[in-house]
């Protein structure tokens, strides 16, 4: 059985504590995996709001967020001061990458995204997005190439905005095979690697993509991935539906 690790960090203490364990535990056992972080501060206190949507309170009772969190991060942004989480411990970010592993972005704040992003709108969407890609620049010097949705959280907007950063690729979603969003017979922002995919390779997303078998996808994406070398030789029409001023978005086939 071949794996693709994915881990996202989304809270101050998950990155400081989990992170340099994950790190030791793959260092043992040779293995790389896909990072993705959250840069701005940590908010999950005011994740409470959801206590009156369905599933909320059965989902608390079954993870014991209090084990599984502590009680600083669940009054994060609330009771007590917000904590940075990328931007603040760009040691942990640089250790990540010296090791070898894949560091994309997790958005920015990430209960922001995820309990908000219907009203964020465009210009929202934009700025959480550049604002993460502006502290991955600042703390790495270069430039992320993949990003994960916070909460799994996408719309045809958030995918719109997306594809103007031109990553290499997104994982925003859970699903069994890479493949281009589709959204009312349009192709919509960048292609994506589902989380939980079963094929891949024992190694970071971005390099499990290129041994996966392309069934599903329109026929200039099937012969590899579309490295940035190779983005305008095997996706350039996909790339053309960017609805940017005076273009057409490509209708999927």
Known sequence: MQLAIRADVDTAIGLRQGVPRLLELFRRHAVQASFFVSFGPDNSGRALRRLWQPGFLLKMWRTNPFRLYGIKTLLSGTLLPSASIGEGAPDLLKAIVAEGHELGIHGYDHVRWQDCLEELGEEGIASELAKSVSAYERLLGSRPVSSAAPGWRCTP???????RFRFLYASDVRGSAPFFPVHDGFVEGELECPHHSRRGGRASL???LRAVP????????RDGYP?????ADVGERLRKSSPSPGSKRQRAR
């Open 157 to 163: 907007s958030s995918l719109t905005v997306q594809e």
């Open 206 to 208: 971005s390099l499990a």
């Open 214 to 221: 392309w069934r599903g996808l329109s026929a200039e994406c």
């Open 227 to 231: 490295t940035r070398g190779r983005r």
